[in-house]
C-alpha cells in the first residue's frame, strides 16, 4: 500500500499497482499507451480517439463532462485518471467510491513533462516515461532554437463561435502561444472567455488568428466573418490537439508548429 499525491496535491491510497485504469482525458488516453499499459486500460471516453482502434477494443464510459457511473463501477477499475480542466468535479465524489482518482492539472510544458514522470512511477512505467520526457525536452530544445529569431505576432485563438470564445490566460493553449511567440491579444482575460468579434481591431487588432479544429467545427465561413472585423489578419485553420493536448501529443507537436510558421511566413 503507498499514499500519493496527484497534481492538485490530493492524497490517494493505492493498495497496489493499478492493473484496471480508467481514463477521462482524451491526452492522456493517449499517453498510457504511449507508455505501454494499453492492456491495463479498460474504460475510456468517447473523444478518445487516439489510437484510433480503442473505440472498439474498449468500453466508452461517457464523455468528459458527463460520465456513466454504473459502467464505470461495472468496469471494477483500480485506477481512475481524471484532469481539472477537462472533466468536472460534480462526479468526483461517486468516483472516488469506485477506485482511487487521480487528478491531472497541466499548464505548462514542465507540468506536462511532471505527468507523465508521476504517472510512470505509480504504474510501474519508469523506463518508458523517463525516454519520453528525454524526448520531449530534446525536441523542446530543438524548437526553442528554431523559433529564437523569429517575429512576434499578435495572434487571437478561437475555440468556439457564435458564441464567439478564445483561449485566454492560466491556460495550456496560451503557453503554447507564448512558445510559439504568438502574442495573444486576449492574455488579459482568464481561461476561455467569451468575446465580440466586432471589436477584435480594437482589442488587439491580430495579425494571426487561429481557429482551432476542436472542439468547434470552424469552416470558411466563420473565418470570412471574423475577417471582416480585422485590418490585416491571416486566419489559419490550427490542430487543436496540437496546441491543446498534453502528454505525448507534444511528440507530434513541435514539428506541426514548424510547418506552421513556414506557412505563415508565405503570407508575410
Not at 124 to 148: C, G
Request: aromatic share 10%; hydrophobic share 40%; glycine share 4%.
Amino acid at each position: 500500500m503507498s499514499i500519493i499525491k496527484d497534481q492538485l496535491g490530493r492524497e490517494i491510497t493505492l493498495k497496489s499497482v493499478p492493473k484496471r485504469i480508467i481514463s477521462l482525458v482524451p491526452s492522456q488516453t493517449e499517453l498510457l499507451c504511449e507508455l505501454a499499459l494499453e492492456n491495463e486500460l479498460v474504460g475510456i471516453t468517447k473523444f478518445c480517439v487516439h489510437p484510433y482502434h480503442l473505440k472498439s477494443t474498449k468500453t466508452i464510459v461517457g464523455g468528459t463532462k458527463k460520465v456513466d457511473i454504473e459502467k464505470i463501477k461495472a468496469l471494477n477499475p483500480d485506477f481512475i485518471l481524471c484532469n481539472k480542466e477537462e472533466n468536472t468535479y460534480d462526479f468526483l465524489p461517486e468516483l472516488e467510491k469506485i477506485a482511487p482518482t487521480y487528478f491531472s492539472d497541466v499548464i505548462s510544458i514542465q507540468d506536462s513533462i511532471d505527468l507523465i514522470l508521476r504517472l510512470g512511477s505509480i504504474l510501474n512505467r519508469r523506463t518508458e516515461s523517463d525516454n519520453l520526457a528525454h524526448k520531449i525536452e530534446f525536441k523542446l530544445v530543438d524548437f526553442k532554437h528554431f523559433i529564437k529569431d523569429k517575429p512576434s505576432r499578435k495572434t487571437a485563438y478561437f475555440i468556439w463561435a457564435k458564441p464567439w470564445m478564445v483561449a485566454g490566460n492560466d491556460t495550456y493553449i496560451n503557453e503554447m502561444l507564448k512558445l510559439n511567440k504568438f502574442e495573444n491579444i486576449y492574455a488579459n482575460m482568464s481561461r476561455y472567455p467569451k468575446v465580440e468579434i466586432e471589436k477584435i481591431r480594437y482589442e488587439g487588432d491580430p495579425d494571426v488568428i487561429i481557429l482551432s479544429s476542436e472542439p468547434f467545427p470552424f469552416k470558411d465561413e466563420h473565418a470570412m466573418e471574423i475577417g471582416t472585423y480585422t485590418n490585416r489578419s491571416i486566419t489559419v485553420f490550427g490542430d487543436g490537439e496540437m496546441f491543446s493536448w498534453h502528454g505525448s501529443r507534444l511528440l507530434l507537436a513541435f514539428d506541426y508548429f514548424k510547418e506552421l510558421h513556414k506557412k505563415l511566413e508565405s503570407h508575410f
